[in-house]
């Protein structure tokens, strides 16, 4: 049974981003700067409608951090317009290209062109509502949104901000939508209108992005999931290793690039996991240990079959000892997400095999794996880290929400 | 219920693409050229087996298109061997890339990597065994390949002959790997092996791209239905619209990159139709015309609503006469399969509106639809003509088997 609402949605938005797609940037850039003013001006309304799903959400008793996650402030919203500010300063990828020229002189030019239509779903932070539309609509694209129905009111007020604020822009009814219904048969059709959507996003927990993979007909770019881990190589320097396994497990551990394994080479576990685990306890990290990791620290949970391939998103690390590299690599592919994974070694050709065998997104020496973002890669902003290897993989920023289109100058030529 | 033969084929694939990844193109390029070797070595088994597969489908009434482009001679087999050298001389794309130095002194390298796993799914032709095998080798890919029931005979011998090969010359077992089982279950869960695949690209036609996107959970790349347009504006030049339109109907009209539908502005219809079809005739064409083109081609057959989505893949031409450029486009949005689109005009402005407005892989001004090919385009070999938006757009070479990896040095950076 087709949703009629829904295919309406989708025919719109496929008729906005038809026009949307030879917008210049200029214009582009005027109606997020204007969407940045008009989300100032109605702070009060946001702030009464996210109060309410605030309200509803600790009625319904959701856990503390994702009422946090949802919870909105003055500042907060000052946040989200200085990010549209941000989006119009980046820069526009579509037009940019390369071309050639071919020996019977037809010139074939690889031009960079906006995805189309693409619809984002996503969950409790009603922020990504906003920061997903600027994106899109930077780089050309119609989006609908689909956000998670604690946030239901909010992103209602937001989308319908930004959206208005479009409209009188000039910009084509549909370039921003909102999918106000929640139920799951209306995302299950969303993810199947290829006649409409290009591309899903989908951002937010391991069961999300599963139901999107097992149900969408529509090409999907997987996000998200991280079981990063850290290789702690026999020539590791100590000063180098344990301020980066802090960082990467304790700066911000809700996250997907934030480390959830530690594997340390056996010749060296001894002398650095004592040193290593003090730290770790001193930031209130719970230690999960193999046989060998709990006989040299007593304070240690014995690790099940079942915490090395666990993303915990908490303070919580799997420690694992290994024999060298090679164990390590196999550990890795083994239970790896292709997300981001770091050794911390002085040695030269083992840092180097394991830039080169490890298969992930981001593969580091001697850095934290935290790194594994759109803004700290230099793009800007990002729409998610993909951890698939078609179309995009790692941070996506604005040039992985286009693709490309050939455009071909010939003189009558035939083949 | 899963098919355990099936699911270790996968493992054994995931763990060859482990090696295949750090190949160098030296090494892939011995094994290219022992290949070939080993095809002429084998023509006799080749076809053998092929004239079994011929029997099989002349038996069963196969219609005679399909068994011609079954059947294999010695001369085929020569020139599977020649596009095995060819293969070997292309430039190979893993270990490209570009990088750049964070102000932190982080240094990110983009790398061009292999996908991994590659699932090629494709129907009659064996010469798509080897064709596609090698190019996924070159790009550093293990592949599995499935091929259509009326060739298992011919794609056994063809697929044993290169898989043997490429392990005698120490590359790892399962490398290449054909599916020997033609029943639906296998192809099914095949489609949805996220675990060991890592891309499907499906080659035929339009029902087995639909069955492929419609069923895999794996990320696809889709390909190949093209209901290519011809638009011959009020200022074209007759001398390169009939040439260019004959060309692209007639030249090998039961490619995807062949003209299906001729729209021609009503200012000219009633000057150039009669031109165009007096070639069209005499080159067998059928034209399947709107009411303005058969009160014009007293010939033509009155065309249905049915015949403006339809590929053809004949010597059958649907012509409507439009009101301008802005009925041709709006045409081509509503019946395209954004495979490849051509503009036939002298005006500057008009034919900049094309290539900008029109969305698809490939949009020409004044040239044949049939220049949309990784030869022609200029990239040696091509593995199928993608018509999705995601990941690549239009020929597919090597570069498009493969993806990135961020490898990133660090010197004891945190956030």
Redesign the interface.
Known sequence: MELPELAEMGRRAKAAA?KL??LGSAEKNAVLLAMADALRENVEEILTANARDVEAAEDKGLKKSLVNRLRLTEAGIEQMAEGLREVAGLADPVGEGEF?T?PNG?R?QRTR?P??VIAMIYEARPNVTVDAAALCLKAGNAVILRGGSEAIRSNIVLSRVIAQTAEERGLPQGSIQLLERTEREWVQQLLRM?DYV??VIPRGGAGLIRTV??NA?V????TGTGVCHAYVDQTA?F??AI??V???KT?NPGVCNALETLLVDESIAENFLPLMAEELYRHGVEIRGCRKTCAILPGAVPATEEDWPTEYLDLILSVRVVQGLDQALDHI?RYSTKHSETIIAEDYSRAQRF???V??????????T???DGG???FGAEIGIST????A??PMGLRELT?????????????
Chains 1, 2 share one sequence.
């Open positions: 038809r797609a030879f050639w071919r037809l074939i062109v995805l189309g290829n290009d591309v993979i097992q007909t090409p999907v770019i997987e320097d000063a180098k301020p980066i802090i960082n990467s700066q592919f830039l080169r065998e298969d992930a997104a981001a593969v580091y020496v001697n850095a934290s935290r790194f594994t700290r890669f230099g698939q290897k078609l179309h993989r790692g693709t490309t289109k050939y455009m071909i100058y010939g003189s009558g030529q035939i083949v």
